[in-house]
């Protein structure tokens, strides 16, 4: 069964930074790419970043490019996003999920999900 624990979250002042990290287990981590979405207060969840099962290919939704970066360790099945510039509209439980495709474009290709963490972006 997979698991997927996501840690990292909490209370940052805009423009500051957090690095949100996942935890899995229970599949094999290196063959599936991975992602990061986010929910935030009254909206549907959304697509936030992705990273292929090798690593080399990154997807990035527009409103975070240039601030984000997704990385993985598959050696530690882990999955990272390093938040920079963070602005209060990025305020939102963020999850992280595993596709069952090899590069993680399509959004309805991911099958399993983590409990969520909780960022908090004050102006």
């Known amino acids: 069964q997979v698991q997927l624990v996501e840690s990292g979250g909490g209370l940052v002042q805009a423009g500051g930074s957090l690095r949100l990290s996942c935890a899995a287990s229970?599949?094999?981590?290196?063959?599936?790419?991975m992602g990061w979405f986010r929910r935030a207060p009254g909206k549907e969840r959304e697509f936030v970043s992705a990273?292929?099962?090798?690593?080399?290919?990154?997807y990035y939704a527009d409103s975070v490019k240039g601030r984000f970066t997704i990385s993985r360790d598959n050696a530690k099945n882990m999955v990272y996003l390093q938040m920079n510039s963070l602005k209060p509209e990025d305020t939102a439980v963020y999850y992280c999920?595993?596709?069952?495709?090899?590069?993680?474009?399509?959004?309805?290709?991911?099958?399993?999900w983590g409990q969520g963490t909780q960022v908090t972006v004050s102006s």
């Open positions: 999920a595993q596709s069952r495709s090899r590069l993680g474009r399509n959004v309805y290709e991911y099958d399993h």
């Open positions: 990273v292929s099962w090798s690593g080399d290919r990154t």
């Open positions: 229970g599949r094999t981590f290196s063959v599936y790419a």
